[in-house]
């Protein structure tokens, strides 16, 4: 299947400052992206929607501000948790469709970031 | 929007056991059910999936059945193995709604024991 390469896999960084997190599709051009926030033991929450050269959709609840995503191009989309806290602290893991599937239902994940604030 | 209910939250069973997880949906429209198999602090991988034009489909040891009338599918695994153990989510969309977003159901921990 189709693979989707996530940076960094893993970050700690101190409270107030802000993490970027990359997505990229390997051998597919990602026309949409999506990035899911994951809490231990719990489910994949979406929080927002990208598409290529447009602004992202956020789901409910999500600060547009506060999770900057930008999706420059088919293959790369990126994640900035702007003036991270404590409560930031998540595995945030992204997925993209492959756009140029005639059945482009499969979603293929990223490995996933381990985003721990101090 | 669409919600994805999924039993039971957590699943023991003997190594050579079936096991059943259990997922329904709320909205009728949704056409596709993907199961995600997410080992820990691993990416979720694409385990099965089925349309709402198919019954059931079956690969190797696993199975996946729909009934889109009463809007529930379910996943199952013949002949556990331990290597079977990690958290498994079931998903729905509606693909014919533009780019379609995947809701997940909360997941299930499948534990076999040897």
């Known amino acids: 299947g189709a693979v989707v390469s996530q940076h960094p896999s893993w970050v700690i960084c101190k409270s107030g400052t802000s993490v970027k997190i990359e997505c990229r599709s390997l051998?597919?051009?990602?026309?949409?992206m999506f990035w899911y926030r994951q809490f231990p033991k719990q489910s994949l929450m979406l929080m927002a929607t990208?598409?290529?050269?447009?602004?992202?959709?956020?789901e409910q609840g999500v600060e547009k501000d506060k999770f900057l995503i930008n999706h420059a191009s088919l293959t790369l989309s990126t994640l900035t948790v702007t003036s991270a806290h404590p409560e930031d602290s998540s595995f945030y893991i992204c997925?993209?469709?492959?756009?140029?599937?005639?059945?482009?239902?499969?979603?293929?994940f990223g490995s996933g970031t381990q985003l721990s604030v101090l | 929007g669409e919600n994805v209910e999924q039993h039971p939250s957590t699943l023991s069973v003997q190594e050579g056991d079936s096991a059943v997880i259990k997922c329904t949906y709320s909205?009728?429209?949704?056409?596709?059910f993907p199961w995600y198999k997410q080992e820990l602090g691993k990416r979720p991988q694409l385990i099965i999936d089925?349309?709402?034009?198919?019954g059931e489909k079956k690969d190797q040891r696993i199975a996946v059945t729909l009934n889109k009338t009463a809007k529930h599918f379910s996943l199952h695994i013949t002949e556990t193995q331990p290597e079977d153990s990690a958290v498994y989510f079931c998903?729905?969309?509606?693909?014919?709604?533009?780019?379609?977003?995947?809701?997940f159901g909360k997941g299930t921990m499948l534990l076999v024991s040897p």
């Open positions: 998903a729905a969309s509606n693909t014919n709604s533009g780019y379609s977003t995947l809701t």
């Open positions: 089925i349309r709402s034009n198919v």
């Open positions: 051998d597919f051009q990602a026309t949409t």
């Open positions: 909205d009728s429209a949704s056409n596709y």
């Open positions: 990208s598409n290529e050269g447009s602004k992202a959709t956020y």
């Open positions: 997925s993209a469709r492959d756009g140029g599937t005639a059945t482009n239902e499969k979603l293929f």
